[in-house]
């Protein structure tokens, strides 16, 4: 009984995705008859080269991108992907180890807190177009990889909603449980994995399915100023130059991307779960 409760909840699930991935395609299709009958030219004039027809994106994917040669272009987007994906996965790793660091220094020392949290929210005003140029050229006079370099960009965008959600959750507390761990001549530290940690977790992983997906923006846009070209972020750079020849290549190009960081946050999303699961009563 509970396999076909499961099996009819997963069928759902993909009848409601199918559903709603149809209405997309209408409503993409259905603006580009209407604006393009009518002559409408605002926000945009609608033709092939600004809004291809979604049947062309996706045939685009399996043709060969060139002059015949090489693989078809869905081959060689998920090895770019692949690629784009580690980088991410070492950015990610770094960017929320940071960012859980932070917060917890930052939960547990106000003055810390006063002084450090307004340049860490200072830090994310910078333009990431301005911030990767400078750390692909000072890693590279370093000898630093240029992977490397890319995954760091990638870190920069992940570490600051782990830092804000984890101070955030870790201060949230019920007070009545903090007073009894008290009573008990519980230490600040013991306090902090045994009680504050665990309530934190709904917080840190909201913060990691925000971080996910900006990893991979990070390592996408890390990948140009790195003339990294085995990556999506190349391709994306190449099929911008040739835009008005095959729109599609560079949109199809972006659907690939699009799925990478759904990809990633299903996997947090997974873990939140089975975390989850098995936490007190309290965090779940």
């Excluded at 790793?93 to 200072?122: D, E, K, N, T």
């Excluded at 830090?123 to 990431?128: A, C, G, K, L």
């Excluded at 840190?204 to 999506?232: R, Y």
């Excluded at 199809?252 to 997974?270: E, H, K, R, Y």
């Amino acid at each position: 009984m509970a396999l076909s409760n499961r099996a009819r909840s997963s069928l759902g699930r993909a009848a409601q995705l199918l559903l709603v991935l149809g209405v997309l395609w209408g409503l993409w299709e259905g603006y580009r008859w209407l604006w393009s009958t009518t002559g409408w030219t605002w926000p945009f004039v609608v033709d092939h080269s600004t809004m291809p027809h979604v049947h062309e994106i996706l045939r685009a994917l399996f043709q060969h991108p060139t002059s015949g040669t090489g693989s078809i272009l869905i081959v060689q987007l998920l090895k770019a992907a692949w690629f784009t994906a580690r980088e991410a996965i070492v950015g990610f790793a770094i960017g929320a180890s940071v960012g859980f660091a932070i917060g917890v220094l930052l939960s547990q020392f106000r003055l810390l807190q006063r002084g450090l949290l307004p340049y860490v929210v200072a830090s994310q005003t910078v333009p990431i177009l301005a911030v990767a140029p400078i750390v692909v050229v000072y890693l590279g006079s370093i000898h630093v990889a240029p992977w490397f370099a890319v995954a760091v960009i990638a870190a920069y965008l992940t570490f600051f909603p782990v830092a804000i959600n984890t101070l955030r959750g870790l201060q949230s507390i019920d007070r009545n449980a903090l007073e009894l761990m008290r009573s008990y001549a519980a230490g600040r530290w013991w306090i902090l994995w045994k009680l504050r940690v665990p309530t934190a977790l709904p917080y840190i992983f909201a913060a990691l399915k925000v971080s996910a997906t900006a990893s991979i923006v990070g390592a996408i846009i890390g990948e140009a100023p790195s003339s990294i070209q085995s990556g999506l972020g190349g391709y994306i750079v190449n099929f911008n130059q040739y835009y008005t020849l095959a729109p599609q290549n560079l949109w199809a190009t972006n659907v690939v991307a699009a799925l990478l960081g759904i990809a990633f946050f299903l996997v947090v999303v997974g873990a939140e779960r089975v975390l989850l699961r098995r936490a007190p009563e309290h965090v779940a």
